[in-house]
């Protein structure tokens, strides 16, 4: 029997979990995939187009994460791009027209299409600091004279997206309290930023009472609400945002190059200013007559569409895969209902003992990434009634399409009862000791580095400090055999980039592999560092020098 529950899921947690679980899974499903893929060959465009240049596909599991694909277009909207594409019409001229309608449709002042909704926050921003005066825009990011140089937002809204409110040069002020954030607002805030999600729902910093500081100092506030639902009548405006901002390619099913602005008039105006095709900081973000015609069909459909049967769909999708796994002798399944705005989508908790199936869901994540037909799952969280030894792997819904849930449920079915044995929890004995300091040369792309580690090893366990090129973070890992394995994470305010080193050692030299995630892969050598200071005894001064 399927448990149901709420689990409202925010922005900055699906990013989380994205880092942690998606992204490893399917960059190394990729590689593993790459080794046998077919001979890539002239493009066909068809049902087979990614196998004619010897690439997978994936069946989307996971949700509307970028590097996955984030959604697929609705035919309206495939429709609309295609028959932008045959005639050509003043990019101004069309932007107008479609933010009078996205006001139509919305209840929004106006709107305004972006290459995406990263690119919204920083076109947006521009508008803020420029007031839509172009002598100020050209000069972006260098804000020396300007006014309005500095951007307040509350702890729970710095996130890696934020990137782009900062292209603009401007100065981020982080707070964490409503009486840091009004000491934080003056002459020179030309914006708020917030992320929607629990925090700007609710709380001291919430959007309504950030809202009520800001409206009489008349600063902007923009909120980002990527993967969110849209509301109609907006509910971020209702709460007093000047400007809202959606990415294109996730809920709404939209260009996966594009996103949606709304808000107030003036201010996207300026914004649109400082978009393509006009020159300026915001040239590199361009978007087409396709995607702006393909946005606002997105829209249109998005306001007609029969949202309650989505839902049941997408429920009977993950009642076939439960169905079929439950009758895997000690698989327990739940459904988490999310009631918040992000991320809107039932998804399907599949959690069972790794000792009794001898695989952890890491593993089955790792193992529907890496063989076909590629399935992209979470992994490795615990559902809430399972016990602490369960694990567990979670199939999100909405982005999955018709015919999915039958394969899905057949190969998890599958994975889960191939025999195997006992997993062996013994590690080889180290073939030696790499305790010590270790200088790391590593090769990028296009650079090397130097790099510094300096490790303690007890047994077949490590433990130390990664010294980097801006930090000095702690390592751990373990050696087993000659091999060796260790990760560091390099933390920012709002992001993370880890270092997962995993190398050989032969006696003082150790080489291998960095895997960096969604940053791709590094290579090392590292050898152990060489003292050249002489042995020396090391005299205490009795007293204060008598001369210098």
């Known amino acids: ?39 890539a060959g002239p493009l066909k465009p068809g049902p087979d187009i990614y196998q004619s240049i ?51 449709l919305t209840g929004a002042e106006w709107g305004m299409v972006s290459a995406g909704c990263a690119a919204g926050l920083k076109h947006v921003t521009a508008a803020c600091v420029t007031g839509g005066n172009p002598e100020r825009l050209v000069r972006i990011p260098n804000l020396a004279g300007f006014d309005k140089t500095e951007v307040v937002s509350p702890r729970y809204s710095r996130n890696v997206y934020d990137a782009a409110i900062r292209n603009i040069g401007v100065t981020m002020i982080t707070v964490d309290t409503a009486e ?50 849209l509301t109609v009548p907006n509910v971020h405006l209702q709460q007093g945002a000047t400007v809202v901002a959606y990415s294109g390619g996730k809920a709404l099913c939209g260009p996966q190059c594009a996103g949606l602005l709304l808000g107030r008039k003036d201010l996207l105006l300026s914004a649109w200013q400082a978009s393509a095709p006009h020159h300026g900081p915001g040239r590199d973000n361009k978007v087409g007559r396709e995607e702006t015609l393909g946005m606002l069909a997105a829209v249109e459909a998005w306001v007609t569409r029969d949202h309650d049967a989505d839902w049941k769909t997408w429920l009977s999708w993950l009642d076939t895969i439960s169905a079929r796994v439950s009758t895997v002798t000690g698989v327990k399944t739940s459904v988490q209902l999310p009631t918040g705005l992000s991320n809107r989508s039932p998804a399907l908790t599949i959690s069972w003992d790794p000792s009794a199936l001898h695989i952890t869901g890491e593993d089955v994540a790792e193992l529907l990434a890496s063989t076909k037909p590629r399935i992209a799952v979470g992994a490795g969280g615990r559902g809430r009634q399972a016990d602490a030894d369960a694990t567990s792997i979670s199939v999100t819904a909405w982005m999955m399409q018709p015919g999915d849930a039958r394969i899905v449920a057949d190969r998890i079915h599958a994975v889960l009862t191939a025999k195997r044995e006992p997993r062996s929890t013994a590690m080889p004995a180290p073939s030696t000791s790499v305790a010590g300091r270790w200088d790391v040369d590593i090769a990028f792309s296009s650079s090397t580095g130097r790099h510094t580690l300096s490790l303690e090893q007890d047994g077949n366990w490590l433990r130390g400090t990664h010294q980097g090129e801006f930090s000095t973070r702690d390592v751990v890992g373990t050696i087993e055999g000659a091999n060796v394995t260790l990760r560091s994470v390099e933390r920012t305010l709002g992001s993370a980039v880890t270092f997962t080193f995993s190398g050989t050692v032969s006696g003082d030299a150790l080489a291998g592999s960095i895997h960096m995630g969604e940053y791709l892969t590094a290579t090392f050598t590292a050898k152990k560092h060489a003292y050249t200071q002489p042995r020396t005894r090391v005299v205490v001064p009795k007293g204060p020098p008598l001369a210098t």
């Open 54 to 104: 010897g690439v997978e596909p994936v069946i989307n599991c996971r949700g509307t994460f970028t590097i996955i694909g984030g959604s697929i277009e609705r035919p309206e909207v495939r429709a609309a791009m295609d028959a932008a594409s045959r005639h050509f019409v003043q990019i101004d001229e069309l932007a107008m027209a479609v933010g009078q309608r996205f006001a139509e």
């Open 180 to 229: 840091e954030f009004e000491r934080a607002l003056g002459p020179r805030t030309a914006m708020i930023y917030l992320n929607a999600g629990e925090g700007s729902t609710s709380g001291p910093l919430s959007l309504e009472n950030v809202a009520r500081m800001a409206r009489p100092r008349n600063i902007p506030i923009l909120i980002d609400a990527a993967a969110e639902i």
């Open 1 to 39: 029997m399927t448990d149901f529950r709420d689990d409202g899921v925010t922005r900055r947690e699906l990013l989380q979990m994205s880092h942690a679980l998606a992204v490893p899974a399917l960059v190394a499903g990729a590689a593993t995939h790459a080794a046998g893929a077919t001979a």
